[in-house]
C-alpha cells in the first residue's frame, strides 16, 4: 500500500461547480496534513495545512478523518484558474520534518 | 526578490558525464531540501540539511551528492549520470526543522539524460 495515496484523475468539471478530492495515509501516527497545489510545470506551494477539526479558506474547505485516515478537500464554485494538480501531504511520524507526497489529483476547470 | 531559486533551468545532458544544480534562499529559512519529481509525478524527499547538518539522506544512490556551504545554499552534484536520472528536481526551504512547517520550493531543475 502506498504511503499517500490519492486518485490521479483527471477530474473535468465546469466552472461553478463543487469538487471534491479525498486522499488516504497509511500510517495512523502521522501528525501534519496539507494541501500543496502545483500547477502545470511549476513548483508546488502550500494551499491550506488540515487541522483535526477542518478548515476552510475561502473557496476551500479541508477535512481531516483520523479514524479512517482519510483526508479531503472541497472547492466551491471553481474556476477555470482553479485547475492544477492538487497534491496531498503527510508528515512521517519516525521522522517529523519528513514529509510524504501523495502523486496529486489532476482538475480541470473548463468554461 | 525570488525566494527560492535554483540554476540551472534546464539541463540536457548525456550519459555519463557529471552535472551540478544550484540552489539558493533568501528567506532566513533555516532548513533546506532536494527533492526528485518523476515523469509519474511522484515528489520524493532525496536529502535535507538543518542548519548545515544532513538531516535526511533518503535511499538515493552515492552518485548524489548534496553539499550546504552555508544556510541559504544547498547544491546538488550528480555524477555518472543515467538515463533514469532524467525527472524534474526541486530545492526547497522552511523556517525551521520539525511537522508543521511550511515548505517553499524553487521553480524546478529539468534534467535529461540523453
Known amino acids: 500500500r502506498k504511503e499517500v495515496e490519492q486518485d490521479p484523475g483527471p477530474f473535468n468539471v465546469p466552472e461553478g461547480a463543487t469538487v471534491a478530492f479525498n486522499c488516504t495515509y497509511s500510517n495512523s501516527a502521522s501528525q501534519s496534513f496539507f494541501w500543496y497545489r502545483q500547477d502545470c510545470r511549476k513548483e508546488p506551494k502550500l494551499l491550506m495545512s488540515v487541522y483535526s477539526s477542518g478548515n476552510e479558506d475561502g473557496r476551500f474547505t479541508a477535512q481531516l478523518n483520523r479514524a479512517s485516515q482519510y483526508i479531503s478537500l472541497l472547492i466551491r464554485d471553481s474556476k477555470l484558474s482553479d485547475s492544477a494538480t492538487y497534491l496531498c501531504v503527510v508528515n512521517n511520524p519516525s521522522n517529523t520534518g519528513k514529509l510524504i507526497f501523495g502523486q496529486g489529483t489532476t482538475l480541470q476547470v473548463k468554461p | 526578490d525570488t525566494a527560492v531559486s535554483q540554476t540551472p533551468k534546464y539541463l540536457v545532458t548525456q550519459m555519463g558525464n557529471d552535472k551540478s544544480i544550484k540552489c539558493e534562499q533568501n528567506?532566513?529559512?533555516?532548513?533546506m531540501y532536494w527533492y526528485k519529481q518523476d515523469s509519474k509525478k511522484f515528489l520524493k524527499i532525496m536529502f535535507s540539511?538543518?542548519?548545515?547538518?544532513?538531516?535526511i539522506n533518503e535511499t538515493v544512490p552515492n552518485r548524489f551528492s548534496p553539499k550546504s556551504p552555508d544556510k541559504a545554499h544547498l547544491n546538488l552534484h550528480i555524477n555518472s549520470l543515467e538515463l533514469g536520472d532524467s525527472a524534474v528536481y526541486f530545492c526547497?526551504?522552511?523556517?525551521?526543522?520539525?511537522?508543521?512547517?511550511?515548505?517553499?520550493f524553487g521553480p524546478g531543475t529539468r534534467l535529461l539524460v540523453l
Open positions: 528567506l532566513g529559512h533555516d532548513t
Open positions: 540539511y538543518n542548519n548545515k547538518e544532513l538531516i
Open positions: 526547497a526551504s522552511s523556517q525551521g526543522w520539525g511537522a508543521r512547517e511550511t515548505q517553499y
